[in-house]
């Protein structure tokens, strides 16, 4: 039977007993209905999993009592951080929770000439909300004891400026390039992903000035969701953590 696996904020160490917040809580007793002395593991998203038995406390109350923990996770070979132009509801959760598991350190939803909406900053928040709590699950899913970066909302120009001096690739359909003629990117890299209808004229030339290099994934046109997905599992394969060590 496989274990309930949490990610909880409060830090975690080995010998001691921790009172879980309320959604936390809310979500062991209610939703997956486990009972006094089950078996958990939580992580804190900073590299270990913390394996313990849960003791329900009053009507809504869950305490852990962690007895071991794993080996710290050892970090990539390869560093991703990927801009993705805000795209309409589920193609965003997708792409973000398919990132997660494909293994990117930090994701930034970008605003771009050619976004699904342009909210307030109320709106924008609640969707951050939203997309990290779709990152804390891809973790508890794909076995991450590392929570990825969730950037704010920025739009492409801020987002690009701070990618001077690392690699920055813009996937584009109708590039010449190819992943496999760009020379080892390092320990770092950055992708660029448009929103329905790509990214604009302007905002290629402005990636391009950033020291980005136009690629694309083959001689398909591929979706918003699933062309930054091909993307990392691409450089993943070329330089990342799906080759052997």
Known sequence: MRLTRIYVEQALAVGT???????AAHHLRQVLRLRDGNPVVLFDGRGRDYSGQLFLEGRNGVSVEIST??????????????????????????????????????????VTDHCAARSSGVRNQKRWDHWKR????????????????????VNLQDWAALSDGVTGILLDPDALDTLDRLPHPGRQIRLLSG??????????????????????????ILRTE????????????LWGDFRSS
Not at 134 to 153: F, M, T
Not at 226 to 237: D, E, G, H
């Open 17 to 23: 007993q921790i009172t879980l917040a309320d959604g």
């Open 69 to 110: 923990c794993t080996d710290e996770e050892p970090l990539t070979p390869l560093n991703i951080s990927i801009g993705l132009g805000i795209s309409r509801g589920e193609r965003m959760d997708f792409a973000i929770q398919k990132s997660v598991e494909l293994g990117v350190a930090a994701i930034t939803p970008l």
């Open 134 to 153: 779709v990152v804390i699950s891809a973790c508890e899913q794909s076995g991450r004891r590392r929570v990825p970066v969730l950037g704010k909302v």
């Open 195 to 220: 929103p329905e209808g790509g990214l604009s004229k302007r905002e290629q030339d402005l990636a391009l000035a950033h020291g980005f290099t136009s690629v694309r994934l083959g001689p398909r």
């Open 226 to 237: 699933t062309s930054p997905l091909a993307a990392i599992a691409a450089v993943q394969m």
